[in-house]
């Protein structure tokens, strides 16, 4: 039987990270962007203790009193100036920092289980749409380590869109990469419906103005195939990035503006989960990941959190991909 693990044992996505002491035999470090009201760059932290919890993470009375002083929104016409240019700022984003700023994300079918669970037989070529594919610094290592996988990648930048395309190992038989507002612009103009049977939305719904972000997986639901599953990871609740914010760039609840105009909501769980759930989707797992980063700059150990879910498109006849499978023994599961 085909299965989607209730565990995030095997949900992890990661990056080499030659600065980093090893993690068992292979040197690693777990992708998150720090940020305080601007992205950092990754060689800046590294992470020092992961747990996953279903609660949320208890704030100090300092950090509370930080949150409750800050009431002042930013204006309603900053606000929508802020939405109506939030393509041109990712694009400066992109401009700036071209192919340079994330390194790659070099995953393997044992760590990301799904990539093998999907399949009814293993020769079977798996379909996967990758929902704000930046440049390329996910679908690569994943085409390089699975000849049978066919991608599509879609991103808010045009420019980003440009350097994937450009990257030596895009093959068009292989990937089809497109520019996409996830919000306004039908992807089934460029997938097939009900075609995909794994979506990636990897810190992408988080730059979505609240109001769209239903849409937006309303649009992602039409492509992914009945019982299709959807990876997500994000800002979590009272991540240390959140409490950085400074005066006057609070947009609304747990959403603020950085210095270059883009944007970032964090996430409770109970929100992610009713999102989905009104977009048509099923839970299958939603926790928080609480992890410390070293901030080697700054000489920082600051607590991370992030939100990591596994949601599926409900079957209505049989189901293709990832039946929701209530057996928990070790044949239903990869090994560690």
Known sequence: ?????????????????????????????????????????????FPCGQTTTSTARHLSQEELDRLSSERTLVSDFKQMKLEKEAQKNWDLFYKRNTTNFFKDRHWTTREFEELQACREFESQKLVLLEAGC?????????????????????????RAVEFVKKNPLYRPERCCAFQCDLTKDHLM??????SVDVVTLIFVLSAVHPDKMKVALENIGKVLKPGGVVLFRDYGLYDHAMLRFKSGSKLGDNFYVRQDGT?????????????????????????????????????????????????????????????????????SKPED
Not at 12 to 36: A, H, N, Y
Not at 136 to 144: D, S, T
């Open 1 to 45: 039987m085909l299965t989607i693990s209730k565990t995030t044992t095997h949900f992890r996505f990661w990056f080499d990270c030659k600065i980093l002491p090893k993690v068992g035999s292979i040197e690693k470090c777990e992708v998150e962007l720090t940020q305080t009201v601007k992205l950092e760059s990754k060689d800046e932290t």
């Open 134 to 158: 930046g440049v390329g610094n996910c679908i690569f290592p994943l085409l390089e380590e699975d000849l049978n996988i066919f991608v599509y990648a879609c991103d808010f930048s045009p």
């Open 189 to 194: 103009e460029n997938v097939p419906e009900a």
């Open 263 to 331: 944007r970032s909501y964090f996430f409770s769980k109970e929100f992610l989960a009713k999102l989905f759930e009104e977009a048509g989707f099923q839970s299958v797992v939603n926790e928080y990941v609480l992890r410390e980063t070293v901030n080697k700059k700054e000489g920082l150990c600051v607590p991370r959190v992030f939100l990591q879910s596994k949601f599926i498109k409900p079957a209505h006849s049989q189901q293709v991909c990832g039946l929701l499978s209530h057996n928990t023994s070790k044949e």
